[in-house]
């Protein structure tokens, strides 16, 4: 079994900054992908950031320029800097990691955002 532990999140005015970080642990043969998703109440999850084991990175539109995803394979860790935050980023934000090529979903942070 694979755990994810995230930390981070919180509240911020609009313009401010956050950093979220995911963690995985247990039984792990090899980390693959590792993301972030979101969800806003009302709303679908959507993809916000992946990157892949070779440092790849790719972004949803709404976050290109102000989010950079980042990890550290010897630590099974992903990073999301959430920079120029605006109130539509507010959500639950969720770790995301295909290990042992499985997925598997962290438990949530909140991201509030207050205009």
């Known amino acids: 079994q694979v755990q994810l532990v995230e930390s981070g999140g919180g509240l911020v005015q609009a313009g401010g900054s956050l950093r979220l970080s995911c963690a995985a642990s247990?039984?792990?043969?090899?980390?693959?992908?590792m993301g972030w998703q979101r969800q806003a109440p009302g709303n679908q999850r959507e993809l916000v950031a992946t990157?892949?084991?070779?440092?790849?990175?790719n972004y949803a539109n709404s976050v290109k320029g102000r989010f950079t995803i980042s990890r550290d394979n010897a630590k099974n860790t992903v990073y999301l800097q959430l920079n120029s935050l605006k109130p539509e980023d507010t959500a639950v934000y969720y770790c995301?990691?295909?290990?042992?090529?499985?997925?598997?979903w962290g438990q949530g942070k909140q991201v509030t955002v207050s205009s």
């Open positions: 995301w990691v295909v290990a042992n090529y499985q997925n598997y």
């Open positions: 990157i892949a084991r070779d440092g790849s990175t």
């Open positions: 247990g039984s792990i043969f090899r980390v693959i992908t």
